[in-house]
């Protein structure tokens, strides 16, 4: 109990100082937008690019953690059309609403979640465990804008065309994609980085965890359950509490255990992702349900993370 309770508290704290900042007027307008592009382009990039080209990983893991973290996303969905059918959700909600359910924020919590629970290791299992988790991040990416776009289009928002050319244009200008393939580069053909663009890298990376969180506790300030509250609640459950379960079912069919299990865990547990509300605009989605569920997983992940690092 002890390391769950040190890994969730400075979460929940740093969560809390970025509402209460935005709250007391501390930040001036405009100032989250720019400290959320800062971690966007900056700091998760560096942290991505610092923790893969130095880690030493296994390869063996790698593709039964992807495995497990997809098979249980796939499940996800499913439960998801199952569960807006069961409970006669608006027919052109239903994208947004499987979307919300499965699309989970890997890199402003998942990674920050991470490396706070792994703390505590040798510090080369810290970079193992981190560099695999980024590792499954990449594909993970594709994986999520397919989906999204097909659950989006499959209920009537938008045209295959503008879906199509919206995944594409996120997905090549990525920051966090294209830091991981350049990750996978260093790793692949020149390890280690020097020092003195190592140092440079973890002085950045190390904005990215708290930055990250100060952003989407200043977030929660604005956010605002309005519209479909049904489905907002119902996405927000399955995110936070159906997918872990799911994904620590597929975590035992990969064969997974300790370590390997938590990152699937934590990926899974992740709240739904703010790229969700973007992408649901852009296509004719329902872009209240799209906020509420972002702003309702986000306060139920901190439980959810609590439970699996008590338990697992």
Known sequence: M?????????????????????RWGFFGPGFTDELNKLVYWVALPALIIVRVSAAEVEGGALPRLC?????????AVGVAYATAHVARLPERDGGTFVQASFRGNLAFVGIPILVYAFSGYPEAEQAEFVALAVLVFGPTMLIY????????????????AAGGKLLFRRLVTNPLI?????????????G?????????????????VPGALL??????????????????VLASVIKAGVLPLLAYGTARIF??????????????????????????????????????????????????????????
Do not use: D, K, W
């Open 145 to 160: 804008n397919l989906l999204s776009v097909a659950a989006l289009q499959l209920t009537g928002g938008g045209s295959v």
């Open 255 to 312: 064969g997974l255990e300790g370590a390997h299990v938590v990152i699937v865990l934590v990926l899974a547990a992740s709240p739904t992702a703010a790229a969700s509300y973007v992408l649901a605009t852009q296509m004719g989605g329902n872009a209240g349900l799209a906020s509420g569920a972002i702003a309702l997983s986000t306060v139920l992940s901190p439980l959810s993370f609590f439970v699996i690092l008590l338990l697992v």
């Open 192 to 208: 280690p980085l020097p020092a003195v663009p190592a140092r440079t890298l973890e002085a950045l990376a190390a904005l990215a």
């Open 2 to 22: 002890v390391v769950a309770l040190e890994t969730i508290l400075p979460v929940i704290l740093l969560l809390a100082a970025g509402a209460g900042l935005v």
């Open 215 to 232: 952003c989407i506790g200043g977030g929660l300030v604005t956010a605002r359950l309005r519209g479909n509250v049904r489905g907002i």
């Open 178 to 190: 294209l830091a991981s393939i350049v990750a996978i580069l260093l790793y692949l053909t020149a």
């Open 67 to 75: 495995g497990a973290f997809f098979l249980a996303t796939l499940c």
